[in-house]
């Protein structure tokens, strides 16, 4: 099963607008991370956003927001006064904290999103 | 503070060939993550190493190994490459265990098997 689903393959919006990418995540586990990386077409992955399982304010880093709703199990990406150069994929992705095993990140597939001038 | 960095950038291999990738963590990070990433997907986990030592693997052949030595830099092997193992892959370094921050990555090594 689909442990991380971002249901937007592509997404349009204008500059100095908001745009919102959807993401929804599935785990049993109490303690979990939520991450959000932007990859330009250069390839690195470029960390942006974290929202922990027990944080209960939102997260924000500069223009960015994380919208999440832990009963939804949701956390969608805010951009806010976008920029062309936010033109770039963007991924969701989660760490389950389990004592003892692997830190990896599981990753949805991606919101290709371009800024129009 | 210098950061994830992994070589070489692109590399072109014949199917049936061994590659190695390598990558150095950040500095003060003894953890290190490898995905691969097909074009068009998201990264999936390979394996991590901790203090030398794997200590999580994904959906991956044994094929895939690696090493990780005492200043924490890492590499990653492939043996009789298939078509299906051209991907970008991705080292991620994190911090000690007991800070649930962020994983670094890379810029990545973009292979292709022709």
């Given amino acids: 099963a689909q442990k991380i689903t971002q249901t937007q393959p592509g997404m349009f919006v204008q500059e100095k607008e908001a745009v919102t990418l959807d993401c929804t995540y599935d785990t049993s586990d109490q303690s979990y991370g939520l991450f959000w990386y932007k990859q330009p077409s250069s390839g690195e992955m470029i960390f942006l956003i974290y929202q922990g399982s027990y944080d209960e304010q939102n997260a924000t880093e500069g223009r960015y927001s994380l919208n999440f709703q832990k009963a939804r199990k949701s956390a969608n990406l805010v951009i806010s006064a976008s920029q062309l150069g936010d033109s770039a994929m963007y991924f969701c992705a989660m760490r389950e904290v389990q004592s003892g095993s692997a830190r990896q990140l599981t990753f949805g597939s991606g919101t290709q999103l371009t800024v129009l001038p | ?114």
Avoid: M
Wanted: charged share 15%.
């Fill in chain 2, 1 to 114: 503070e210098t950061g994830v960095t992994q070589s070489p950038t692109h590399l072109i291999k014949t199917r049936g060939q061994q590659v190695t990738l390598r990558c150095s963590s950040q500095s003060g990070h003894n953890t290190v993550s490898w995905y691969q990433q097909a074009l068009g997907q998201g990264p999936q986990f390979i394996f991590q190493y901790y203090r030398e030592e794997e200590n999580g693997r994904g959906n991956f052949p044994p094929r895939f190994s690696g090493l990780q030595f005492p200043n924490y830099s890492s590499e990653l092997n492939v043996n009789a490459l298939e078509l299906d193992d051209s991907a970008l892959y991705l080292c991620a370094s994190s911090p000690p265990r007991g800070r649930n921050t962020e994983a670094f990555f890379g810029q990545g090594t973009r292979l292709t098997v022709v």
